[in-house]
């Protein structure tokens, strides 16, 4: 929303529609990838994490060792190709006409 004035009047304007931000994750495996530790949704949209417990902390240990996201995708082993046509370039080509657009990596 944004404020405009007419004359002595000020209304708000709505700028355009909203959109919501879109999160993806690019699983790049190496050798040493810690493969028992992530799950993969299959909707390709969800992700697990789990780690052991660290036993070095004791018996009681209230360290958190499971974590699940649900994204907009999940890139598996991608191509750098494939990560730009599904994540890039709808933003680049929006930034381009002028819009604001953001990717983090």
């Known amino acids: 929303m944004m404020w405009r004035k007419n004359g002595n009047k000020r209304y708000f304007t709505r700028m355009g529609t909203r959109k919501k931000v ?49 994204l907009d995708g999940v890139l598996h082993n991608a191509s750098q190709d494939l990560v730009y046509e599904t994540v890039a370039k709808d933003v680049v080509a929006q930034a381009l006409d002028g819009y604001n657009g953001n990717l983090v990596n």
Request: avoid cysteine; aromatic fraction near 10%; glycine fraction near 4%.
């Open 22 to 70: 879109h999160t993806f994750v690019r699983v790049k495996p190496t050798d040493d990838f810690a493969h028992e530790m992530i799950k993969y949704g299959d909707d390709n949209k969800s992700i697990d994490i789990h780690l052991k417990k660290d036993t070095r902390r004791g018996v009681v240990n209230n360290q958190q060792t499971d974590w699940s996201f649900k």
